[in-house]
């Protein structure tokens, strides 16, 4: 079945630090894939998403996540992190063989100190 | 414009009632999608929508949970009788696209604890 993992469940980071979050996904067709963000109290949000061409993806708020086909990934980023960026994080995944449906990983929590 | 709005935001029940949450897509969007999150698990699917018709309905856990979507604009979900397995957060999400996924807008949720 398909699956998206998500290695890292609970980030804690100082503000100005690099943020990686880790994305795997097992699907063997075409993939669109995205990244959602909850603040606390806050519905999900779209923070980026990727359907095609450069596998270098930005979104808003300084993120960006590369598509590595090659390794079924699709890492979030961002180079120097905020407090503001509190929040848990989700990677998705779309296959297109399918109606619409997303497969969400378990989330990220990222807890940035300032 | 309107985002997705579900009602209630909280919902406290006991085991053996019965619970129906709701979800107002935002308008024109035809497709309506519900979600649910049971405690530090996965966001998982349940069914979808377009307009009043159930697409996929893969995701529902079993013949306790019902939903509808009379006249193709809000969604109910009812679930009865519910058991304490199904607390957890419920989301509704909708999208104007069929036939590819661009990404939805996601409701706040509707919190769901049965005791």
């Known amino acids: 079945a398909q699956s998206v993992s998500q290695h890292n469940h609970h980030v804690i980071l100082s503000e100005a630090a690099s943020l990686e979050l880790g994305c795997n996904y097992s699907?063997?067709?075409?993939?669109?894939l995205f990244w959602y963000v909850q603040y606390p109290g806050q519905h999900l949000q779209l923070l980026l998403k990727?359907?095609?061409?450069?596998?270098l993806v930005k979104g808003i708020k300084g993120f960006e996540a590369e598509f590595i086909k090659s390794k079924f990934s699709f890492n979030l980023r961002k180079p120097s992190v905020q407090w503001s960026d509190t929040a848990e994080y989700f990677c998705?995944?779309?296959?297109?063989?399918?109606?619409?449906?997303?497969?969400f990983g378990q989330g990220t929590t990222l807890q940035v100190k300032p | 414009e309107a985002g997705v709005t579900q009602f209630p935001s909280h919902s406290v029940i006991e085991k053996g009632q019965t619970v129906t949450l709701r979800c107002d897509p935002i308008?024109?969007?035809?497709?309506l999608y519900w979600y649910r999150r049971v405690m530090g698990k996965e966001i998982k699917f349940l069914l979808h929508?377009?307009?009043?018709?159930?697409?996929?309905e893969s995701g529902m856990p079993n013949n306790r949970f019902l939903a509808e979507r009379t006249g193709g604009t809000y969604s109910t979900l009812k679930v009865q009788p519910a058991e304490l397995e199904d607390s957890g957060v419920y989301f509704c999400?909708?999208?104007?696209?069929?036939?590819?996924?661009?990404?939805?807008?996601f409701g706040s949720g509707t919190r769901l604890t049965v005791v």
């Open positions: 699907y063997g067709g075409t993939v669109n």
């Open positions: 998705a995944v779309g296959l297109l063989s399918n109606t619409g449906k997303l497969i």
């Open positions: 999400a909708s999208s104007q696209e069929t036939g590819r996924i661009y990404g939805y807008t």
């Open positions: 308008s024109g969007h035809d497709n």
């Open positions: 990727y359907f095609s061409g450069d596998p």
């Open positions: 929508f377009v307009k009043e018709s159930k697409q996929d």
